[in-house]
């Protein structure tokens, strides 16, 4: 299969891309297959009755991870290197909610081989539910 | 299911905790079925095989998704409430590489509630994959 | 910590035990950090719906996972060697079934050090949901 | 999320399908979480370096518990209905281990919806840990 490499000149300041998702059970169960992490907030409904959150919540790195499908298939998109990520966990997230991950191109550094994206994941109410900052770089198509 | 909640007097700074894991192919169909990332770095041998990576590599997310088990079950443990995280992706992840996720306590605000911790992720060889750095609060028990 | 080891001479034909429990959510999320078993029919509410079952169902082998706690605690208990189990999967089991799990001793061959029995798991209006045989022996308390 | 069911057009007498896992010290905690089984084999070092074994030891349902995953992912995968296993607990599994479970179609009776299968799970040095047969049926697309 060919894929076309993002380039330079795909992209501009102020370009954006999202997608959309909702967040189910079985996400929850695929996490826990990756990490392990069965922290009673996250599977056990009636520990997260009993806390000021009243339900079970998504991992806030469940979360997140719809991030990576924003740098590695739409922005930059395939070719795209991460570098960082900055995540702030604002709000919590519930088993069907429908998130939409959004990132914007905030500046573009050519010769450093350096872009740098506003990231953000809103809920169904439009409440930013994570926000984060991202720098990726661009594979160069080999010779 | 009764669970004790972590509490500060059971934080100290310096504290440290740790876990390891293999990382398998099905890590990655799981953080595909959760996240749609298919970029071909992660899912197409003869793509990544051209690319300077030289294989398929774990989606960066995926790996610093070792963190959440670290926040959420260890250190602080359960009660403990994801506030914030940075990354900094340093190095691909393969296939078969056994990863070690490492907290340490850097600094205790009761009076805010906030615990700040240094994390980073080794792979077998002693390399550092992932740093970063976490915010972490703490539930307290329904008087 | 001392433990006694089981003896034949505390072991006779006929001999039962038992223990129940409630099948939660955090159950099946702990079983598929073990095996990464995502089958939908054990993780997802809408496709499980749209099968004969109904709604999700617990993983067999989870289930059947309450023959171990039988063995190493209950009958024979601590000392046991588990040599063979069979299982034989009657009836679905759903979250919130309280399951008791019951051993009966069918044969003792302290020649051979094997211990026969007959295992069977019951749901909370009498079913039998899983039925088998398991071979044990015992550990020699060390000399 | 839509999931294609295995059909009897998809299988054939001889076909295999295998997956590999680490067992870290983490499964063991899952697997107590599940079944409360605490035995002193897979929980107390000091107690389990006294026996002949030398070391703690993975429960054998634990191990045997990946024959779950071939079942319902791999092989029929999704649509199986698990009927049956033996298991035979041949060698001892202990932390850090790499399991690789393996599956082969022995008989299909179209007829009957009955699939017989051989499965063993191999530790890193090709030794088989567990072996046993399972019976499992499809389900039938909903007309």
Chains 1, 2, 3, 4 share one sequence.
Not at 47 to 70: D, Y
Not at 109 to 136: F, M, S
């Amino acid at each position: 299969m060919n894929y076309r490499l993002t380039t330079f000149d795909d992209l501009h300041v102020g370009q954006r891309a999202s997608f959309a998702k909702t967040i189910c059970d079985a996400d929850l169960h695929h996490f826990v297959a990756i990490t392990g992490d069965v922290n009673p907030l996250h599977v056990d409904d009636e520990f997260a009755q009993g806390t000021f959150f009243g339900s079970r919540i998504a991992h806030g790195m469940l979360t997140a991870s719809l991030f990576s499908t924003l740098v590695g298939m739409h922005l930059p998109g395939i070719g795209a290197i991460y570098r960082s990520q900055t995540l702030e966990f604002l709000k919590p997230v519930r088993i069907g909610d429908t998130l939409t991950a959004i990132f914007e191109i905030d500046s573009i550094d050519r010769e450093n081989n350096c872009i740098e994206l506003a990231g953000w994941i809103e809920n169904q109410r439009g409440e930013v539910v994570i926000k984060g900052r991202t720098l990726a770089s661009l594979m160069r198509p080999r010779g």
